[in-house]
């Protein structure tokens, strides 16, 4: 359900890495903005699906390579190659190089803070500054809870 959200999360642009300049707030909004197709301003289960392992998984099989994630979100969100990397590997939990659902639910608690089924900007911004190398939250190699932003 929630996979597509972390996926979307692996779309977040770092601070000082990208090239047009975009926060990772700012990225955060993008990234809802991108997988929001219905504009009630959050993310769904079945928008997730769709952006990430519809848009995202290159040759349809049911996962998002590290390859096909650093390609899709240098593109869409001009981040640095090796930050990208980074991300990824944050977001990727069984470290098997794929993002599947698996590894979204894992991240659940943290992307849906009210537990509601929806992903506000305001919950994926505080996702992404603890998963994001430039969000400043995240110690490497080692888990940090989110801290609700704005509640």
Known sequence: MFTFLLLAALFSVSLGANPHGYSVDQVAGLVIHDLDSNGDGQVS?????QELFIKWDSNNDSKVSHEEFVHHWVNTYHDHPDTTNTFFHNLDTDHDKFLTMTDIISHLP?????HDNHVTVTEFNAFLHVMHPDGHGHVHGQHVSVQPVGK
């Open 45 to 49: 289960q079945a928008e997730l699906v």
């Open 110 to 114: 943290e992307l849906d803070q009210n």
